[in-house]
């Protein structure tokens, strides 16, 4: 009798579900759908529920959206910036910062009106990444010129861009790679290798952006970033609990963590300026120091809405880069052979009087350089891409409407067969000679918003694999444990492992 009753709940729970799934999704179909009435042009497919084609309509994070997983739509979505804005899940804009920023009188409470876009771009800083958390804000980009938008990038991204300021970088990361290693070689039981190379990685990035204060500011802040990045894609749901609530706790705790911080740079700049010393820049210094052509500044809440999102892309791209290519490189012998022998040979060549990686050796290598896009590739540590319909759009014969979130499905793009054979399989050498079509590798974005940490996100997976290849083995607990691929692809147990030296 009891296993009876058992099984008429369960029925009655499964009838219910069905039902609810069922209603909502004909309610969507309704509300979002029928209310356009008739159009010049179809939607495209799909019932608010789920679809099987390169383009679909359905129904994500509390919005009405447009899949989009064919390369040459992919790339007139990300490209068109005239007709599609950034269109991110309510709980990233509020975590993230909800406004865009905008300049200050140097006169104290001056108005606020020079409105610019470089937050937008910017937020892109590795998606890769990632991470892909980018704000659309109530502040719009469309009130300056697409010459102010490209200056104002090009200044803020300086330190992450270019040759000279990745040079610069490499003693810096090296240090920090070289240590962990270490470290971790000798612990006595076994880590928890992405949460360590998370922790490297936020040393790395805590040097770039704040070098001055990153000693004191790394250890604690480094849990907010867990508790803020497990809230970036939830349900907005400020209750005691859920995991935004926790994020919003976090914001605000890094809020006043970075407003003290730029109340000590801004002393120290002024106290350095009266004695005419020159200090070395760091982002901080160089957002403090943006200015528009009247001479206004950025305000504080928009600057350290800049730093709260480039320090969490910025170090959880290049750890979940690395762990993946540490674990697709140990899965397949021959395939670490030939990256170690690489990495040998740049060794070998080195003058006896040299110290550590240059920017040369960098370049040359080449197969690692083939692993890292393979990895990035086979992962997609970003998932999506998200934009709005700033307008009703034409995209390939179908309507997207005014206000309809568009998502750039690039994990659909990468592990398309159409695009890249065997998908599944990790294949390196599929990157010879071979540059894949415009809108086949995301991994960084495209159009005016690609991520411009790119280069640097690279740059660290490259130099860690350059030390662990050399010198170390990775040996797995749990080498079949599930992956937990939302937000970003991980094992759900962290990568359990013991690193081990060899001669």
Known sequence: MELDFLW?????????????????????????VGRLGKTKYPLPPGDMGYGRTGIYKTYMFGSPSVIVCIPETCRMVLTDDERFKLGYPKATTILTGKDGPTFQSKQANAPSIFKISHKKSLFEFSRVLKLLFKVAGKRSFHGISNAEHKRLRKLTTSPINGHKALAGYIDLIEGIVINSLEEWANMEQPIELLTELRKAAFKVITNIFISTHSESVSSSVENLYGDLNAGIKSQAINLPGFAFHRALKARKKLVKVFQAILDKKRAMNIKANSVQTEVKKDMMDLLLGVKNEDGRQLEDE?????????????HESSAHGALWAVIYLSQNPEL???????????????????????????????????????????????????RQAKEDVNLNGYLIPKGWKVLVWNRGVHMDPENYSNPKDFDPSRWDNYTPKAG????????????????????????????????????????????????????????????????
């Not at 170690?340 to 040369?360: A, S």
């Not at 370049?363 to 970003?382: A, P």
Request: net charge positive; charged share 20%.
């Open 8 to 32: 008429l709940i369960l029925a009655l729970l499964l009838g219910g579900s069905v039902f609810a799934f069922a209603f909502l999704k004909r309610f969507n179909e309704w509300y979002y």
């Open 440 to 503: 086949s590798f995301l991994p960084f974005g495209a159009g005016s918003r690609y991520c411009p940490g790119s280069d640097l996100a690279k740059l660290e997976i490259a130099i860690f694999l350059h030390h662990f290849l050399l010198n170390y083995n990775v040996e797995r607990l749990n080498p079949d444990c599930p992956v937990k691929w939302l937000p970003i692809a991980r094992p759900v147990d962290m990568c359990v492992a013991r690193i081990i030296k060899v001669a």
């Open 336 to 386: 670490f052979r030939k990256a170690k022998e690489e990495q040998q040979e740049i060794v070998k060549r080195r003058p006896p009087t040299q110290k550590g990686l240059n920017l040369t050796e960098i370049r040359q290598m080449g197969y690692l350089y083939k692993v890292i896009d393979e990895t990035l590739r086979r992962t997609s540590i970003s998932f999506s891409l998200f």
């Open 302 to 314: 928009d600057i350290i809405d800049l730093l709260i999102v480039f320090m969490l892309a910025g």
